[in-house]
């Protein structure tokens, strides 16, 4: 599956309609981008059940500045709507492919009760 660019027009569609989505978000004088690109293309190719999505954070400023992007390229994955991954910097593929790897064998469950149990102890902690 080739990369979909993403906007404040199909960003919540896409990440609520899907089960993994990843974001890639770069800019168009961004050397590191560039690099990346490729690697990023050619890990979609391998994984037609995921989307591969990009954001041009030029194009797209309000969805960088409300996901806070500090740094391009930032990687960000969603699993069942929770952003689980989270990293700015160019990955090799091979390390691309073992977030993927982590991302399919994570306990959604798992993660939604530590995030419950976060959100307890903030409370508690008002």
């Known amino acids: 599956m080739a990369t979909v660019d993403l906007t404040e027009q199909n960003l919540e569609e896409t990440v609520n309609g899907n ?5 890639d978000f ?13 690697i990023y293309e050619e890990v979609s190719e391998k994984h037609p059940d995921i989307v591969f999505a990009k954001i041009n954070t030029e194009q ?11 740094s391009i390229p930032t990687l960000m994955i969603f699993r069942e709507q929770v952003i689980i991954f989270a990293e700015a910097g160019m990955l090799p593929a091979n390390a691309l492919e073992e977030v993927i790897g982590q991302v399919r064998t994570l306990d959604m469950d ?13 409370e508690n902690q008002s």
């Open 60 to 70: 797209e400023q309000a969805i960088a500045a409300h996901f806070q992007i500090r």
């Open 26 to 38: 770069w800019a168009p004088w961004c050397g590191p981008c560039k690099s990346f690109g490729p």
């Open 110 to 122: 798992k993660v939604r009760e530590d995030i419950a149990e976060g959100q307890r102890e903030l």
């Open 19 to 23: 089960d993994i989505v990843i974001i």
